[in-house]
C-alpha cells in the first residue's frame, strides 16, 4: 500500500508539496515518473534512473499483457524482481493503449469491456475492468489504476457524458475484484475540458474511495494545451487534498509546470525518452535537435546547467555524431539527459513551493526556455 | 609509445604471458580488445567497460575517418577526450574496412592506393598508406596499424605473393610519415596460409623495425579455421620476442585459445557485440540464442559462472522478452556479458599460463563449450 502526506500547499497556487511511501520506499511529490513501457525504461538500467533521482517508475499493463504475459512477470516474483527496479513501480491500467494503438484503431466498447484486435498479430483480445486489474495484481506493481475509456479528443458532450458514466461503472467493477493487499489502485477522473463533467465524475470517483486519483483523457491526439489545463481546473478542487493526483501521460516541461500549479503530484510521460531517440534534448534554452548541424564542433554539454551523466562526459559534437550515425549510445545518453532533466524540474518545482515562489520560478523558466537560442 | 614486456613463456606452447605500458595505464596480454567501431562500443559506456576489465579497446579509421572526420576528433582533442575513454585505443589502418566494405566492394587497387566508393553515399574515395597514417594520428590513438592490402581468402599464391611485396611498400611509405611521437605503429603480416609468404613477409616487415607486429589476413569470408591457426603459426615464428603480437579481428573463443597457444598477445572482434544485438550469449556451455523459447520461464542468470553485471542482476526469462521484443536494452546487457565472458577467457588463460596449463585449460573449456548444452 502507499500513503501520502500533504507536507505544504503553496501560498498563492494550488501547488502542493507531499511524499509517498510506498513498499520501495518514500518518494517527494511534485514526481515525474519515467516510462518503462515494457518493464524497461528504454535502453537504461535501473542504476541509470536511480542517478538521475528518479522516485517511481511507470509500466504499461497492455504491453506486458501481451509479452511476456502476466503469468511469467508473475513467475518471476513480480515486476520489481523481474526487471530489477528496487523503487516503486506504477501500473496503467491498459486502457489507453487499447483505445490508441489496437490495430486498424478498430474496437468494439461494450458495457462488458473492450474487444479488440493486438498491435502486434492482430489477435482478437478482450479487455475488461476485472481482467485490467487481475493483470496488475499479478504483475505487483506498488499502485494499480482502474481500467477506463479513453475518447478521442473530438468527442462531443454527449458522448462523454456516457463514457464519464461507464467509466465510473468499470472502476467500481474493478475495485470489487482487486486482491493484492500491497498494491494500491487509483481512480480515474474523465470528462473531457467540460467542467460539469469533470467534477460529476471527480465525486463519484472519490465516493468510492481510491487511494489515489488520476487525471485522464489529457494526452489524447489533438488535445489543446488550454483543454489540457482545464480539465485540470476542473477536476483537482474536487479531489481530496490527503490523496496523492496524477496527470497521467503529460511530459512537456511547460505542462508539467501548469499542472502543478494546478494541483497535481504525479506525470508520466515517453516524451523524454521518446525525443532522445530521436536526437532531440530538453535545455534551459530549450529544445535541441542533434541533427542540426550547428553542433558538428560544439565541444560543450547538451546543458551546461545540468548534473547528469552525460553532460559530465560528453560533447554536444560527440552526440551528434552517435545521433547522426545511428550509434545507441546516441539516443541513450539523451534519454539519461531528458529523464533526470524533467526529474530536475520537479526537484526545482518543490524548492519553489516550499519558498512560495512558484509563480516567479515559472516566469524564470520560461523566459530561458522561450528563448529559442538553438533554433 | 607503448612498452611491451615479456613476463613468462609457456612451458609446452608458444604461450606468452606479458604486459603493455601505454600513455593510458598499463595492460596484461593475452588480452580482448572490444571494437568500438564509430568511436563507440555499440550500446555500450565506458563504464561498462572498464566494469568488464576492459584494458585496450578499438576504433576504425575508416568510420571515423567518413563520419565524424578525423579533424572534428582532433579538434575534440582526439580519441579518448572525444568519446571519454580512459584506456588505451588501437586504431585499425582502414584497410579491411576498404576492402570489405566499400560500395558494391569496387576498387581499384594502385601501387598508390586504393580508389573506392563510400559505403555510405557512394561518393569517391582514395586511401593512400600515408592518408592512413595522417588520419591516425590525429584521431590520436595509442597504437596504429599500417595500411595493407587485405586480399580475399581465395586469392592465388602469386597474387598474395605481389600483395605481400605492396603491403611492405606501403608500410614503409606509412613509417615515413608517421608523425604522431605518442602513438606507437604496428606492421602487419599477411601471406595466406603460406609458409613461405609468412616467413618473408613478417622477416621484411619486422626488418622496418615497428612498435608491435599484427597477423592479418586472418578474419576474411571464406577463411577456414584451419587455415587461420596455419597464418598464425607461419607467422610467429618470426617475430621478435620483445615485441606484442596482434591477431586482427579475431573472437571466437576457441580461436582465441589456439591464438594464445601460437603466441599471440592482442585480439579484437566485433563478435560479442554483433551476436548480443542479435539475441545470442556466449556461456560455459555454448553459443545460447535468446529467440529460443526454452528460456521463456528460466529465470537463472545467462551464466551462472559469470560476474558480469547483467549475470549479477537479470534472469534469462528477462534477456529473453527484451530480445523478442526489440527493447535496446535487451542487445546492451547481452554486450556487456559476451564482452566479459571474452575478457575473462584472457583472463583464466593468463593464469594458465603462469601454472604452465594452458593444454588443460584448452582441454577443460571445450569439453564444456562444445557440449551444446543448451542448443
Redesign the interface.
Known amino acids: 500500500m502507499i500513503e501520502y502526506e500533504l507536507l505544504k500547499k503553496e501560498k498563492f497556487t494550488k501547488a502542493r508539496l507531499g511524499k509517498i511511501k510506498t513498499n520501495y520506499g518514500v518518494v517527494d511529490t511534485p514526481m515525474f515518473m519515467p516510462v518503462g513501457t515494457?518493464?524497461?525504461v528504454?535502453?537504461?538500467?535501473p542504476e541509470e534512473l536511480y542517478e538521475a533521482n528518479s522516485g517511481m517508475i511507470l509500466a504499461n499493463t497492455y504491453?506486458l499483457w501481451l509479452?511476456?504475459g502476466e503469468d511469467?512477470v508473475e513467475?518471476?516474483g513480480g515486476l520489481h524482481q523481474?526487471?530489477?527496479y528496487k523503487g516503486p513501480i506504477l501500473t496503467d491500467s491498459g486502457g489507453f493503449q487499447v483505445f490508441s494503438l489496437a490495430k486498424n484503431k478498430e474496437k468494439d466498447i461494450t458495457e462488458e469491456g473492450v474487444h479488440f484486435k493486438s498491435h502486434i498479430d492482430g489477435k482478437s483480445l478482450f479487455l475488461t475492468p476485472e481482467k485490467s486489474i487481475e493483470i496488475q495484481n499479478k504483475l505487483d506493481s506498488d499502485i494499480a489504476m482502474s481500467f477506463d475509456e479513453c475518447p478521442p479528443a473530438s468527442a462531443s458532450y454527449e458522448y462523454l457524458k456516457n463514457s464519464v458514466n461507464r467509466t465510473l461503472r468499470w472502476a467500481a467493477r474493478g475495485k470489487k475484484v482487486h486482491q493484492n493487499k500491497k498494491q494500491a489502485l487509483f481512480g480515474i477522473v474523465q470528462g473531457g475540458a467540460y467542467e460539469d463533467l469533470r467534477r460529476y465524475s471527480a465525486e463519484e470517483t472519490v465516493k468510492m474511495n481510491f487511494d489515489g486519483y488520476s487525471i485522464g483523457g489529457v494526452a489524447n491526439d489533438g488535445e489543446s494545451k488550454e483543454d489540457m489545463y482545464k480539465a485540470i481546473e476542473y477536476s483537482t478542487p474536487y479531489l481530496p487534498e490527503d490523496k496523492v493526483r496524477y496527470l497521467m501521460g503529460v511530459g512537456e516541461p511547460i505542462d508539467i509546470i501548469e499542472g502543478v500549479i494546478r494541483g497535481v503530484d504525479i506525470f508520466d510521460c515517453v516524451l523524454p525518452t521518446r525525443i532522445a531517440r530521436h536526437g532531440q534534448a530538453f535545455t534551459r534554452y530549450g529544445k535541441i535537435n542533434f541533427h542540426n548541424a550547428k553542433f558538428?564542433?560544439d565541444?560543450s554539454s547538451v546543458d551546461e546547467t545540468c548534473d547528469c551523466?552525460t553532460c559530465k562526459?560528453?560533447?554536444k559534437?560527440?552526440i551528434?555524431?552517435?545521433i547522426?550515425?545511428d550509434?545507441?549510445?546516441g539516443?541513450?545518453l539523451l534519454s539519461i539527459h531528458n529523464i533526470r532533466f524533467l526529474i530536475k524540474l520537479t526537484e526545482e518545482l518543490r524548492e519553489a513551493i516550499k519558498e512560495d515562489r512558484i509563480l516567479e520560478y515559472k516566469g524564470e523558466f520560461l523566459e530561458k526556455y522561450l528563448e529559442e537560442k538553438y533554433e
Not at 528504454?42 to 538500467?45: A, D, G, I, R
Request: hydrophobic share 30%; no cysteine.
Open positions: 515494457k518493464a524497461t528504454k535502453s537504461l538500467t504491453h509479452r511476456p511469467i513467475k518471476a523481474f526487471m530489477n558538428k564542433e565541444f551523466y562526459n560528453y560533447s559534437a560527440y551528434r555524431h552517435l547522426t550515425t550509434e545507441m549510445l539516443g541513450r
